[in-house]
């Protein structure tokens, strides 16, 4: 089964429209039509216009939506405003809003059906603390964080859809996973779809390692047979940095 591998830069609260449209317009001279993977970037909502309007092969994507259509959300971004400016793909479940927004599994699930229903392609985040990670339990957090924010979604959905296993003691930090852990942990993010589903939607799906990649460490990540790609904070924010990743995955 090959799957097309695809590299996401998450912004998150950087950018104004102006140092949005350099950087579209940096990377963009360096793209062609016939790239072997799919690179893209998540922007914050006041900049996604400007990046649609100048994105010719790079993904657009949101960083985070409401599950409702429309109504008394102050503050909330739906699927159809996103969709309307011609969004594809939007993260759902990052740990930083898990951690200060209290986005549930449960909030996942309905965003990832939501988006499907959109033709929106969810980039699903999991991942365990650092405290989890050293008592033993990242195998059983993956898999809970997996059982929920998949409820509800058919085989063909999640075929379709991105996950990316984010270590959280590796978001931000420099403390990037080593390349084992990083493939044993997106080898059992495939077991564990297998299992909820099948062995084809297990094939299909695309698994991204998140947590500190940079230039000189992606490399490590692409060779191995579970990872399908990366979801990059920091080294996303600099037209070169991440010029020098999209020559690396080349
Ligand atoms: C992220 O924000 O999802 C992330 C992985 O950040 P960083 O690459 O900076 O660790």
Redesign the pocket.
Known sequence: MSRKPIIVG?W?MNKLQKDAVEFMQGVEAHLTGDEAADFGIAAPFTCLNACVANAKHLIVAAENCNAKDSGAYTGEVSVPMLEEIGITYCIIG???RRTYYAETNEACAAKAKRLFASNIVPIL?IGETEAQYDAGETAAVLKEELKGSLEGLSADEVSRMVI?Y?PIW????GK?ADQTIAQDCCALVRKTVEELYDADTAAKVRIQY????KPTNIKEYMACADIDGA??????LKVDSFLEIIDAVR
């Open positions: 998450n998150k990052h740990s930083e985040c990316a984010e590796a978001i931000g930090t990037s998140g947590g500190s990649v979801l990059i904070g920091g080294a996303s």
